[in-house]
């Protein structure tokens, strides 16, 4: 079965400072989901990546997918405190987006 | 009005009752799954449906049950609630397997917080 590793755990910023939140997969991805929660809310998609090398912005969101799909990463510029949240990637290990895995998440805080 | 929307919001119960949890989608997806959330261990797909008549089990299936009622409404039971069912519960939609980005997403709903005593 697949599995997902997301890097770090937990993160402590200051706002306006830059991080960057990774995902890594045991097996090639087919999808790579990324969505935001609010503490003990729901799940807000941010963005999906599909193709080696592919990158997506949104705001001050930025997504990559390496060359061999199996590393992803999420970069924020200029953190804000409506940045703060978990950040969660979810795969697709199949190609048919019929189920997804996910990491257990980031843990994002932002300073004042 | 949200896309996807899950009653109980949240739900205290005891020991050995049985429970359903409700979820309801204006989005016209097919796709509907449930899943729990429990802290440390990311998101588990408890069920997964892909059609009224389509319902397949996910990875921790045993001690749930599933309804799917229409194209929009998907419900989750607990037969025997225990304790270690506490954790928040997601419903979730998506359209389908077309090539598309917005087709193969999922949209989560709002959650429900269950507490087993």
């Known amino acids: 079965s697949q599995e997902l590793e997301q890097s770090p755990q937990s993160l402590i910023v200051q706002e306006g400072k830059n991080l960057t939140i990774n995902c890594t997969s045991s097996?090639?991805?087919?999808?790579l989901y990324w969505y935001k929660q609010k503490y003990g809310e729901g799940l807000i998609f941010l963005m999906m990546l599909q193709k080696g090398g592919e990158e997506k912005s949104h705001e001050k969101i930025t997504a990559k997918l390496d060359e061999k799909k199996q590393q992803s990463s999420l970069h924020i510029t200029a953190s804000q405190p409506s940045h703060a949240g978990i950040y969660l990637c979810?795969?697709?290990?199949?190609?048919?987006?019929?189920?997804?895995?996910f990491g257990t998440g980031t843990r994002l805080q932002v300073t004042l | 009005d949200a896309d996807v929307t899950q009653t109980p919001r949240n739900r205290i119960t005891k020991t050995g009752k049985r429970i359903m949890l409700e979820c309801s989608q204006t989005?016209?997806?097919?796709?509907m799954y449930w899943y729990r959330q429990d802290p440390g261990l990311g998101l588990q797909l408890i069920y997964y449906?892909?059609?009224?008549?389509?319902?397949n089990k996910g990875e921790i299936s045993d001690g749930y049950s599933v309804s799917r009622q229409a194209q929009a409404k998907f419900s989750l039971s607990l037969e025997s609630a225990i304790p270690n069912q506490t954790a928040l519960y997601f419903c979730?939609?998506?359209?389908?397997?077309?090539?598309?980005?917005?087709?193969?997403?999922?949209?989560f709903g709002p959650g429900t917080r269950l507490l087993v005593l």
């Open positions: 449906s892909f059609d009224v008549k389509d319902i």
């Open positions: 979730a939609t998506s359209e389908g397997t077309s090539g598309s980005t917005h087709s193969r997403t999922q949209y």
């Open positions: 989005k016209g997806h097919d796709r």
């Open positions: 097996k090639t991805l087919y999808g």
């Open positions: 979810g795969a697709d290990g199949t190609g048919t987006a019929s189920k997804l895995t």
